[in-house]
């Protein structure tokens, strides 16, 4: 008698770093339990892709061609390639064309019997529930956020129309929540400011809601102890019982390695040289934002000015450091133009502080790896995760935002550096962020929470199936 093949998921990430890199730890997470992975993707994402997953039989890329679509420069397949993120709109709907080609891809499994037990997509493939309905093949939802800021953001999108008439300072009362600070319209995507109700991105994030609410379950990259108060308020927005799996954080999974950064990295040396443990402050604001040269002056600046040791991640082409400014302060501060191997520096013992734009892989990579944080939210739903990072977590300070400009200046960003590196409030986040990271490694370890749920997970999918 041959022994039984293995249980096959498909994973369809999002094309956005932020999206696809969790995903990825997830597929490593899974191979190690003896599944076996097919991620679909498009060419110019495959090579980054092939970077991060281990080469072995057990993993598979499947590779479609990334539609051409009116508006969208080409090549741009990849929203860390936009020139702008107004153009979220077209790359959403050049997204949409990748049903057929994955309607196919699901026929070709379902023609030779290997149809996954699920296929785990991305709430921004939502259409991917029509496709896997077709095939009788349950479909998870990965939505790249944590539980309590995407039960906020449900809830709050069905109230929508009462909140388009408030004013941002109001307090909000949303019906189910019990939330642990007080809540404003500003704390929200900007998308609850708009009030014209008609627009294409507006009907995609409705349809993304429905799919969502349709499909069998959704994939958390979040754990129980950090946020299992709020999943009953989730999995309300899940149709027929479906529920929030909690497996987070992801990363921590990772046996395996993770990244391409080798020691000889110039940013891995230079906090090998720092003599004091956790005197670094590690600046980036992720894969997406776009920061303007003006604030990157002020914030070289306000770096310098606080005495304290930092690594710069600039990803504007246009940006030159003022006045030598570089110069000046090379023996304090490093600043890197390229990508980094982010969790490695997290993880290096001369990181002690993450100024973050609260993207919330970043926000839980600095949880994981027990740094405080400064949060510097941009947009989406980071000023969500930046109020649950202070306000909920206790593990951060949020960077002050006082000026009418929007630009927040040098002596501000000395100050609230300053505090959190070496004042009480910084001590206080440090204390309770080295809590919190304990607890997310218990999450994942053998008979931890995540680790437990992730197993529940497989057996209910092989079951069901
Ligand atoms: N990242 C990295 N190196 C970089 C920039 C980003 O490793 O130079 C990783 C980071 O560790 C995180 C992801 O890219 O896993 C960014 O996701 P996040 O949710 O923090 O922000 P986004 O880029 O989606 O705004
Ligand atoms: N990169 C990487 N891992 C990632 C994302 C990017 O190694 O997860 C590499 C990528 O191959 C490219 C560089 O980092 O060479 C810059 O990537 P980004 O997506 O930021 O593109 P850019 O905006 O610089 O064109």
Redesign the pocket.
Known sequence: MGSLPPPHVVIFPFM????T??LLDLSKALLCRGIKVTIITTPSNAPTILQYIPKQPLISLTVIPFPVVEGLPKGCEN??HLPSMDLMPSFLTATMELQQPFERILREMSDTGCLPICVISDFFLGWTLVTCRLFGVPRLVFT?MGVLSMAITKTAWEQKPNLISKSDSDTLDLPGLTLPFALTRADLPDSFRVPDCDDSFHRFISAVGHYDAGSWGVIVNSFTELEGVHVSALESFIENGGKAWCVGPI?LYDEMGY?SASDNQLYIQWLDEQAVSGSVIYV??????HVSDTQLDELAFGLHKSGHRFIL?I?SKTWTPPDGLEEISKEKGLI?R??????R??AHPATGGFL??????????SLSMGVPLLAWP???E?RLNAKIVVEGFEVGMCVPFGEKSGLVGREAICDVVRELMGGEKGRKARERVEVVGRMAKKAVQKGGSSDNSLTELIESLSLST
Do not use: K, Y
Not at 338 to 343: A, N
Not at 356 to 365: I, M, Q
């Open positions: 956005a770093q932020g999206h890199l969790p929203t860390s790249g990363l990244g980036s604001f992720g894969s997406q934002a991640v990803r890197v390229d990508w980094v191997d982010q969790r520096i997290l973050s734009h609260c993207g919330w892989n970043s926000v839980l990579e941009m947009m989406a980071q």
